[in-house]
Protein backbone atom coordinates (compact mmCIF):
# COMPACT_ATOMS: atom_id res chain seq x y z
CA UNK A 1 0.00 0.00 0.00
CA UNK A 2 1.06 3.30 -0.56
CA UNK A 3 2.03 5.98 1.94
CA UNK A 4 -1.48 7.39 3.14
CA UNK A 5 -3.85 5.49 1.28
CA UNK A 6 -6.21 3.68 3.09
CA UNK A 7 -7.16 0.01 3.28
CA UNK A 8 -10.44 0.92 1.06
CA UNK A 9 -8.83 3.08 -1.61
CA UNK A 10 -5.99 -0.33 -1.84
CA UNK A 11 -8.76 -2.54 -2.81
CA UNK A 12 -10.58 -0.76 -5.14
CA UNK A 13 -7.93 0.11 -6.87
CA UNK A 14 -7.38 -3.25 -8.66
CA UNK A 15 -11.08 -1.81 -10.69
CA UNK A 16 -9.89 0.62 -13.22
CA UNK A 17 -7.28 1.95 -10.37
CA UNK A 18 -3.97 2.54 -10.09
CA UNK A 19 -3.24 -1.27 -9.55
CA UNK A 20 -5.59 -2.20 -12.97
CA UNK A 21 -6.12 -5.85 -12.52
CA UNK A 22 -9.23 -7.50 -14.35
CA UNK A 23 -8.49 -10.96 -11.79
CA UNK A 24 -8.87 -9.22 -9.01
CA UNK A 25 -10.98 -6.52 -10.30
CA UNK A 26 -13.74 -7.90 -7.69
CA UNK A 27 -12.12 -6.47 -4.68
CA UNK A 28 -14.41 -3.29 -5.27
CA UNK A 29 -17.54 -4.67 -4.55
CA UNK A 30 -16.47 -6.59 -0.87
CA UNK A 31 -16.94 -4.70 1.92
CA UNK A 32 -13.38 -4.23 3.87
CA UNK A 33 -14.04 -6.53 6.45
CA UNK A 34 -14.83 -9.42 3.27
CA UNK A 35 -12.08 -8.28 1.34
CA UNK A 36 -9.98 -8.69 4.67
CA UNK A 37 -10.48 -11.82 5.03
CA UNK A 38 -9.86 -12.39 1.24
CA UNK A 39 -6.38 -11.08 2.15
CA UNK A 40 -5.97 -12.75 5.25
CA UNK A 41 -7.06 -16.75 3.57
CA UNK A 42 -4.86 -16.06 0.98
CA UNK A 43 -1.74 -15.42 2.96
CA UNK A 44 -2.67 -18.72 4.60
CA UNK A 45 -3.23 -20.51 1.80
CA UNK A 46 0.22 -19.00 0.19
CA UNK A 47 1.87 -20.48 2.85
CA UNK A 48 0.33 -23.95 2.76
CA UNK A 49 1.85 -23.69 -1.49
CA UNK A 50 4.89 -22.82 0.03
CA UNK A 51 4.84 -26.49 1.58
CA UNK A 52 3.75 -28.72 -1.11
CA UNK A 53 3.95 -26.22 -4.26
CA UNK A 54 0.68 -26.86 -5.30
CA UNK A 55 -0.92 -23.62 -6.70
CA UNK A 56 -4.20 -24.64 -7.45
CA UNK A 57 -5.57 -23.73 -4.11
CA UNK A 58 -4.85 -19.99 -4.70
CA UNK A 59 -6.65 -20.09 -8.06
CA UNK A 60 -9.57 -21.99 -6.68
CA UNK A 61 -9.93 -19.40 -3.75
CA UNK A 62 -9.59 -16.23 -6.22
CA UNK A 63 -12.56 -17.74 -7.75
CA UNK A 64 -14.56 -18.50 -5.12
CA UNK A 65 -14.04 -14.73 -3.80
CA UNK A 66 -15.07 -13.53 -7.36
CA UNK A 67 -18.28 -15.56 -7.27
CA UNK A 68 -18.79 -14.28 -3.60
CA UNK A 69 -18.05 -10.30 -5.16
CA UNK A 70 -20.27 -10.73 -7.86
CA UNK A 71 -23.13 -12.37 -6.57
CA UNK A 72 -26.49 -10.66 -6.55
CA UNK A 73 -27.90 -9.74 -2.94
CA UNK A 74 -31.32 -11.00 -2.22
CA UNK A 75 -33.90 -9.20 -4.21
CA UNK A 76 -31.19 -7.54 -6.15
CA UNK A 77 -31.73 -6.99 -10.14
CA UNK A 78 -28.54 -7.63 -12.49
CA UNK A 79 -28.35 -4.26 -14.55
CA UNK A 80 -27.65 -6.11 -17.66
CA UNK A 81 -29.65 -9.24 -17.53
CA UNK A 82 -31.41 -10.92 -20.41
CA UNK A 83 -34.30 -13.42 -19.83
CA UNK A 84 -33.74 -14.96 -22.88
CA UNK A 85 -31.91 -14.57 -26.32
CA UNK A 86 -32.70 -15.39 -29.90
CA UNK A 87 -30.64 -19.02 -30.71
CA UNK A 88 -29.30 -18.99 -34.08
CA UNK A 89 -28.08 -22.60 -34.82
CA UNK A 90 -24.85 -23.41 -36.84
CA UNK A 91 -25.46 -23.19 -40.77
CA UNK A 92 -22.79 -26.43 -41.33
CA UNK A 93 -20.81 -28.43 -39.31
CA UNK A 94 -17.98 -26.68 -37.69
CA UNK A 95 -15.34 -28.86 -39.73
CA UNK A 96 -16.78 -26.95 -42.63
CA UNK A 97 -17.69 -23.51 -40.73
CA UNK A 98 -16.31 -19.96 -41.79
CA UNK A 99 -15.40 -19.16 -38.03
CA UNK A 100 -14.14 -15.37 -37.19
CA UNK A 101 -12.37 -14.06 -33.88
CA UNK A 102 -13.48 -10.71 -32.02
CA UNK A 103 -11.84 -9.83 -28.89
CA UNK A 104 -12.14 -7.10 -26.36
CA UNK A 105 -8.24 -7.77 -25.56
CA UNK A 106 -7.46 -4.49 -27.38
CA UNK A 107 -4.95 -6.09 -30.03
CA UNK A 108 -4.11 -4.15 -33.32
CA UNK A 109 -1.16 -3.86 -35.38
CA UNK A 110 1.86 -2.85 -35.26
CA UNK A 111 2.03 0.72 -37.70
CA UNK A 112 -2.18 0.20 -37.64
CA UNK A 113 -2.62 2.19 -34.57
CA UNK A 114 -6.04 2.72 -33.59
CA UNK A 115 -4.79 5.96 -31.98
CA UNK A 116 -7.37 6.37 -29.00
CA UNK A 117 -8.63 9.85 -28.38
CA UNK A 118 -6.08 11.26 -31.37
CA UNK A 119 -3.38 9.82 -29.23
CA UNK A 120 -1.00 8.08 -31.32
CA UNK A 121 1.65 5.82 -29.47
CA UNK A 122 -0.03 6.04 -26.33
CA UNK A 123 1.73 4.01 -23.65
CA UNK A 124 -0.20 1.45 -22.05
CA UNK A 125 0.43 3.45 -18.77
CA UNK A 126 -1.26 6.38 -20.44
CA UNK A 127 -4.10 4.05 -21.42
CA UNK A 128 -4.14 3.12 -17.50
CA UNK A 129 -4.46 6.77 -16.47
CA UNK A 130 -7.63 7.89 -18.95
CA UNK A 131 -9.37 4.39 -18.52
CA UNK A 132 -12.42 7.09 -17.83
CA UNK A 133 -12.54 8.37 -21.47
CA UNK A 134 -12.49 5.01 -22.88
CA UNK A 135 -15.75 3.94 -20.46
CA UNK A 136 -17.27 7.13 -21.94
CA UNK A 137 -16.08 6.55 -25.85
CA UNK A 138 -17.77 4.38 -28.33
CA UNK A 139 -15.65 1.05 -28.98
CA UNK A 140 -13.34 1.05 -31.72
CA UNK A 141 -12.37 -2.04 -33.65
CA UNK A 142 -9.30 -2.84 -34.93
CA UNK A 143 -8.82 -5.16 -38.22
CA UNK A 144 -6.37 -7.33 -37.84
CA UNK A 145 -5.17 -9.58 -40.96
CA UNK A 146 -5.42 -13.08 -40.19
CA UNK A 147 -1.91 -13.78 -41.49
CA UNK A 148 -0.44 -11.50 -39.04
CA UNK A 149 2.37 -13.00 -36.84
CA UNK A 150 2.53 -12.70 -33.40
CA UNK A 151 5.58 -10.34 -33.76
CA UNK A 152 3.48 -7.77 -35.63
CA UNK A 153 0.94 -7.41 -32.73
CA UNK A 154 0.40 -5.01 -30.39
CA UNK A 155 -1.84 -4.52 -27.43
CA UNK A 156 -2.74 -2.04 -25.28
CA UNK A 157 -5.53 -1.73 -23.00
CA UNK A 158 -6.29 0.13 -19.60
CA UNK A 159 -8.71 -2.47 -18.17
CA UNK A 160 -6.06 -5.51 -17.23
CA UNK A 161 -2.58 -6.21 -16.98
CA UNK A 162 -1.49 -6.57 -20.63
CA UNK A 163 1.60 -8.62 -19.75
CA UNK A 164 0.71 -11.76 -20.20
CA UNK A 165 -0.85 -10.51 -23.49
CA UNK A 166 2.27 -9.16 -24.58
CA UNK A 167 3.97 -12.34 -24.14
CA UNK A 168 1.74 -14.42 -25.41
CA UNK A 169 -0.55 -12.74 -27.73
CA UNK A 170 -2.98 -15.79 -27.95
CA UNK A 171 -3.84 -16.08 -24.14
CA UNK A 172 -5.78 -13.05 -25.08
CA UNK A 173 -6.08 -13.26 -28.99
CA UNK A 174 -5.75 -16.68 -30.09
CA UNK A 175 -5.52 -16.23 -33.86
CA UNK A 176 -2.45 -18.38 -34.16
CA UNK A 177 -4.75 -21.37 -32.26
CA UNK A 178 -7.55 -20.79 -34.59
CA UNK A 179 -5.23 -21.44 -37.63
CA UNK A 180 -3.80 -24.76 -36.43
CA UNK A 181 -7.51 -25.62 -35.65
CA UNK A 182 -8.43 -25.12 -39.45
CA UNK A 183 -5.02 -26.88 -40.55
CA UNK A 184 -6.13 -29.59 -38.37
CA UNK A 185 -9.15 -29.88 -40.20
CA UNK A 186 -11.20 -28.88 -36.73
CA UNK A 187 -12.97 -25.69 -37.98
CA UNK A 188 -13.54 -25.51 -41.99
CA UNK A 189 -11.08 -21.92 -42.17
CA UNK A 190 -10.53 -18.65 -40.15
CA UNK A 191 -12.65 -15.39 -41.32
CA UNK A 192 -10.15 -12.26 -42.67
CA UNK A 193 -9.74 -10.28 -40.74
CA UNK A 194 -9.61 -10.33 -37.25
CA UNK A 195 -11.09 -8.09 -34.93
CA UNK A 196 -10.15 -6.30 -31.18
CA UNK A 197 -11.38 -3.68 -29.59
CA UNK A 198 -10.66 -2.40 -25.89
CA UNK A 199 -13.36 -3.89 -23.48
CA UNK A 200 -13.45 -0.92 -21.04
CA UNK A 201 -16.71 0.68 -22.74
CA UNK A 202 -20.03 0.85 -21.44
CA UNK A 203 -22.43 -1.89 -22.01
CA UNK A 204 -25.02 1.31 -23.64
CA UNK A 205 -21.99 1.82 -25.78
CA UNK A 206 -21.50 -1.56 -27.21
CA UNK A 207 -25.14 -2.52 -27.52
CA UNK A 208 -25.03 0.57 -30.14
CA UNK A 209 -22.19 -0.26 -32.01
CA UNK A 210 -22.13 -4.06 -31.96
CA UNK A 211 -25.12 -4.63 -34.97
CA UNK A 212 -23.30 -2.84 -36.80
CA UNK A 213 -20.13 -5.45 -36.33
CA UNK A 214 -22.58 -8.19 -36.50
CA UNK A 215 -23.82 -6.84 -39.95
CA UNK A 216 -20.38 -6.59 -40.98
CA UNK A 217 -19.73 -10.34 -39.81
CA UNK A 218 -22.30 -12.07 -41.41
CA UNK A 219 -22.03 -10.14 -44.72
CA UNK A 220 -18.34 -11.58 -44.92
CA UNK A 221 -19.77 -15.46 -44.83
CA UNK A 222 -19.26 -15.93 -41.21
CA UNK A 223 -20.75 -19.09 -40.00
CA UNK A 224 -19.85 -18.50 -35.91
CA UNK A 225 -17.76 -15.99 -34.06
CA UNK A 226 -15.10 -16.37 -31.28
CA UNK A 227 -15.77 -14.30 -28.84
CA UNK A 228 -13.00 -13.65 -26.16
CA UNK A 229 -13.44 -11.41 -23.39
CA UNK A 230 -11.01 -10.00 -20.77
Known amino acids: MAAG ?6 KDSFSYGSRTDLAFKFLKKLAPDDAARFFAELLTKLGETVDDGDARR ?12 YAPAPGEQRP ?8 TPMPAPLADARIALLTSSGHFVAGADPA ?6 MTQDEAIARIGEFIRAAPDLSEIPAATPPGDLRVRHGGYDIRAAEADPDAAFPLARLRE ?3 EG ?9 FSFVGATSQKRLLATAPAWADRLAAAGVDAVLLVPV
Request: aromatic letters at 16%; a negative charge; hydrophobic letters at 50%.
Open 80 to 87: WAYDDGPF
Open 181 to 183: LAA
Open 186 to 194: HIGSVADPA
Open 58 to 69: LVDHAIEWQARA
Open 116 to 121: PFGAAG
Open 5 to 10: ETFEEF
